[in-house]
């Protein structure tokens, strides 16, 4: 069912892909797909969970192709995958493959967009080059909760100390190293247990004997002290923005390229807010965080463009916003903000040449209308921007393409939290017949690979 779905309408997908290493040593590679259908609902499938015989770039790209061959998918538009230098030789293989089948819109413009890295895993490495500043505090803190967790007696002698103390009903979580937002959720949790930390060093012995221990060598650190209980504070405090991004690029039931951009800029005004700190060691934190983005999200050539232009394609946003983000990241910097405008805006006129021209080679089906119905909205997710209203002014201005009609249009309100960005291009989407479908395309883009982690 979900073969013919494909063929029969042509469906352009994205992909994400992931492997992971089981205790038997053998490798396995997950492929996702990600498509909105005609009724613009946004879907996910897994098409394939195989062993895979190594990790090398051509051999995942082999098993791309050959899954996509096998499925009867001909048209793709987009691959997330994580920052590992070997999926750049995966997205080069799959390209070049790609653009040796016999279908001219097999990939658009050539693949050049093709490549989308996973912005949790960028997200990932900017915290984590921050918390290298960590000192013995969230070390205390971890050894604590390593203790309570370690064994069902232990445990149980927690939950009595919580209750003689009065924390709220819950225990404490052991966090995962490889992944900072346990860390921040660890903490965030440990917090509310400080009570029972400090019953448990007046009655539990192995509790105060456990920290004598030596470990690599050394002395245990620990037991937390009241510093190390204000340090986990901050650093909770700290990392909230950090933990908000990461939910919101992790989302896999619902769209996120169209908040990506937004979500970017939040991230950049918060490191510039925390690098004017009082606090040196949150000052510390954050040039380190500052240098990790820059690296990956700052200048030009560093994000793929495709992500922009979905902020672009949401109706609450269009250029304007846009043109607001790249102030924020190029600190006002007016010739760079003027030059990344306008690559937006030709990226998004090629995509429209590119669309027109595919369309008039298509079938008729292929190329039909959207029939508006009803009324837009919905709650199908929780968007946030982190600007006041931007209005388009249109007065007086000649249209001359659908591209400059869309963004000549007036937005819709972007306090509107609720809109549906896909019922809105579902309801409207006759008004632009190209800018539709490039939409549905730039729209199922994720912007992480955690559907196929």
Same mark, same amino acid.
């Given at each position: 069912?979900?073969? !013919?779905?494909?063929?029969?309408?042509?469906?352009?997908?994205?992909?994400?892909?992931?492997?992971?290493?089981?205790?038997?040593?053998?490798?396995?590679?997950?492929?996702?797909?990600?498509?909105?259908?005609?009724?613009?609902?946004?879907?996910?499938?897994?098409?394939?969970?195989?062993?895979?015989?190594?990790?090398?770039? +051509?051999?995942?790209?082999?098993?791309?192709?050959?899954?996509?061959?096998?499925?009867?998918?001909?048209?793709?538009? #987009?691959?997330?995958?994580? !920052?590992? %230098?070997?999926?750049?030789?995966?997205?080069?293989?799959?390209?070049?493959?790609?653009?040796?089948?016999?279908?001219?819109?097999?990939?658009?413009?050539?693949?050049?967009?093709?490549?989308?890295?996973?912005?949790?895993?960028?997200?990932?490495?900017?915290?984590?080059?921050?918390?290298?500043?960590?000192?013995?505090?969230?070390?205390?803190?971890?050894?604590?909760?390593?203790?309570?967790?370690?064994?069902?007696?232990?445990?149980?002698?927690?939950?009595?100390?919580?209750?003689?103390? +009065?924390?709220?009903?819950?225990?404490?979580?052991?966090?995962?190293?490889?992944?900072?937002?346990?860390?921040?959720?660890?903490?965030?949790?440990?917090?509310?247990?400080?009570?029972?930390?400090?019953?448990?060093?007046?009655?539990?012995?192995?509790?105060?004997?456990?920290?004598?221990?030596?470990?690599? !060598?050394? +002395?245990?650190?620990?037991?937390?002290?009241?510093?190390?209980?204000?340090?986990?504070?901050?650093?909770?405090?700290?990392?909230?923005?950090?933990?908000?991004?990461?939910?919101?690029?992790?989302?896999?039931?619902?769209?996120?390229?169209?908040?990506?951009?937004?979500?970017?800029?939040?991230?950049?005004?918060?490191?510039?807010?925390? #690098?004017?700190?009082?606090?040196?060691?949150?000052? #510390?934190?954050?040039?380190?965080?500052?240098?990790?983005?820059?690296?990956?999200?700052?200048?030009?050539?560093?994000?793929?463009?495709?992500?922009?232009?979905?902020?672009?394609?949401?109706?609450?946003?269009?250029?304007?916003?846009?043109?607001?983000?790249?102030?924020?990241?190029?600190?006002?910097?007016?010739?760079?903000?003027?030059?990344?405008?306008?690559?937006?805006?030709?990226?998004?006129?090629?995509?429209?040449?590119?669309? %027109?021209?595919?369309?008039?080679?298509?079938?008729?089906?292929?190329?039909?209308?959207?029939?508006?119905?009803?009324?837009?909205?919905?709650?199908?997710?929780?968007?946030?921007?982190?600007?006041?209203?931007?209005?388009?002014?249109?007065?007086?201005?000649?249209?001359?393409?659908?591209?400059?009609?869309?963004?000549?249009?007036?937005?819709?309100?972007?306090? !509107?939290? +609720?809109?549906?960005?896909?019922?809105?291009?579902?309801?409207?989407?006759?008004?632009?017949?190209?800018?539709?479908?490039?939409?549905?395309?730039?729209?199922?883009?994720?912007?992480?690979?955690?559907?196929?982690?």
């Amino acid at each position: 069912m979900l073969k !013919n779905l494909i063929c029969n309408n042509k469906q352009r997908v994205s992909l994400t892909t992931d492997l992971w290493t089981s205790v038997q040593n053998m490798s396995y590679m997950v492929i996702t797909i990600h498509f909105i259908d005609s009724d613009w609902c946004l879907n996910r499938r897994i098409i394939s969970l195989s062993v895979i015989e190594d990790h090398r770039g +051509k051999t995942i790209g082999k098993k791309i192709v050959a899954c996509l061959q096998d499925w009867g998918i001909e048209r793709l538009f #987009a691959i997330t995958i994580d !920052n590992a %230098s070997t999926n750049d030789v995966v997205v080069n293989y799959v390209t070049m493959q790609l653009l040796a089948w016999r279908n001219d819109d097999a990939i658009v413009l050539a693949g050049q967009y093709m490549h989308v890295r996973c912005c949790a895993h960028i997200l990932n490495l900017i915290v984590v080059s921050g918390l290298n500043e960590w000192h013995a505090s969230v070390a205390a803190i971890q050894n604590a909760v390593k203790y309570v967790r370690s064994s069902t007696t232990r445990l149980q002698a927690f939950k009595q100390c919580a209750q003689q103390v +009065k924390c709220p009903n819950g225990t404490v979580v052991l966090d995962c190293p490889t992944r900072w937002n346990s860390t921040y959720l660890m903490l965030m949790i440990a917090l509310k247990f400080q009570a029972a930390f400090y019953r448990m060093t007046e009655v539990d012995k192995p509790y105060e004997a456990y920290f004598l221990e030596k470990e690599n !060598n050394a +002395k245990r650190v620990g037991p937390p002290r009241p510093e190390d209980w204000e340090s986990a504070e901050r650093i909770v405090k700290f990392l909230k923005v950090f933990y908000d991004a990461t939910l919101l690029f992790s989302a896999s039931l619902s769209v996120t390229s169209n908040l990506c951009y937004d979500t970017i800029g939040l991230i950049k005004s918060s490191l510039t807010a925390l #690098a004017a700190s009082k606090d040196p060691w949150v000052v #510390a934190m954050t040039y380190n965080m500052r240098e990790k983005f820059d690296k990956y999200w700052e200048s030009s050539g560093k994000i793929n463009k495709i992500l922009i232009v979905a902020s672009i394609l949401d109706p609450r946003a269009k250029i304007d916003f846009a043109k607001h983000i790249f102030e924020i990241i190029f600190a006002n910097d007016g010739w760079k903000v003027e030059e990344m405008t306008k690559a937006v805006k030709d990226l998004l006129n090629k995509l429209y040449d590119a669309y %027109s021209a595919m369309c008039s080679s298509s079938t008729p089906s292929m190329c039909s209308e959207s029939i508006p119905s009803g009324s837009y909205g919905g709650t199908s997710y929780s968007p946030y921007f982190t600007t006041e209203k931007v209005f388009v002014q249109n007065e007086g201005k000649r249209v001359t393409s659908e591209v400059e009609r869309y963004l000549s249009d007036p937005v819709e309100d972007p306090s !509107n939290l +609720k809109l549906n960005v896909l019922l809105w291009w579902k309801v409207n989407g006759s008004k632009y017949p190209i800018l539709e479908k490039i939409a549905r395309d730039v729209l199922d883009v994720p912007v992480s690979t955690v559907a196929s982690e």
